[in-house]
């Protein structure tokens, strides 16, 4: 993406006074209470789904890296299967469990056998598939190693860093406080702690929703989208999945737009590092 200095001081801008704002009284609370729906269908889709373009990330990256390793070196070729494998099959498992999760309400005792055969068939399908394509199209992929990369550390980079930041701040979600007496600003930290339902601060579901944007670094290979078209559908999926939680009463206002901030300033800084750097050196 070709960004100048104007996109980045009116994106800053407008994160500082949006952050301004939601620290101004308890116009956070109000604002996000207000807007609380539990039994929002469409609320719970995205919450179900949402963090599936991460999952994707890790999966299409890593069958990248393995299409495009180097095959006359047989040691290197029998580590690279082994561990293409183990974290191809980890991450299919995650994001088909993520969403069966997420529809049990995260009570993994609810989770019914029907519901892990299936989870286990899909994984399975989703894995082998990577690594079909990755052994048959391989030859292809060896020129979007940095591509790879930059989704595998973005995925991982943003994780880390929103869940050292829930563990530090140690805010309450909105679900589990009963009234404004109990609220705390996003600029309060309370942490460190371990207790999930004090890990409001920032929103990890945005955080891994606003994923979708990385994508946008195969565009010159996905002619049939404008790259106008997807950096709207990107938004649009990264905005339903943050409403989505302050519906479902998860998050304050100010959790999600952290999260998004952190996932869209993540990637810009990292496709500056990975895909810029190689244009330029060309």
Do not use: C
Not at 172 to 198: C, Q
Not at 209 to 230: C, E, T
């Amino acid at each position: 993406m070709e960004i100048g200095k104007k996109f980045y001081i009116v994106t800053i801008s407008v994160f500082v006074i949006l952050m301004a704002f939601l620290a101004i009284g308890d116009l956070d609370y109000t604002i996000s209470s207000a807007i609380i729906n539990e039994d929002s269908l469409w609320a719970r889709f995205f919450d179900i789904i949402g963090e599936f373009p991460a999952m994707l990330a890790i999966i299409v990256g890593v069958t990248l890296l393995y299409g495009g390793r180097r095959r006359d070196v047989t040691w290197w070729n029998v580590v690279s299967t082994i561990l293409a494998v183990i974290f191809i099959g980890l991450f299919s498992y995650m994001a088909v469990f993520n969403p069966i999760r997420y529809i049990f309400h995260e009570d993994m005792d609810a989770i019914t056998s029907f519901a892990k055969v299936v989870n286990i068939i899909l994984s399975l399908a989703i894995a082998v598939a990577a690594l079909y394509i990755a052994h048959t199209k391989g030859e292809k992929f060896i020129e979007f190693k940095k591509h790879a990369w930059l989704l595998i550390v973005l995925v991982i980079g943003e994780m880390v860093l929103v869940n050292v930041v829930k563990i530090l701040w140690a805010r309450p979600r909105m679900r589990s406080i009963t009234d404004v007496s109990e609220f705390k600003h996003w600029y309060e930290i309370a942490g460190p702690t371990g207790d999930n339902e004090l890990k409001s601060f920032p929103s990890g579901h945005t955080a891994n929703a606003w994923i979708g944007l990385a994508y946008i670094i195969f565009s010159q290979q996905i002619k049939m989208i404008k790259v106008n078209h997807f950096i709207i559908g990107a938004v649009i999926w990264g905005t339903l999945v943050a409403l989505s939680r302050v519906v479902l009463g998860a998050h304050f206002l100010s959790d999600v737009l952290v999260g998004s901030y952190i996932t869209i300033f993540l990637f810009i800084l990292l496709e500056r590092i990975f895909i810029k750097h190689k244009v330029h050196k060309n």
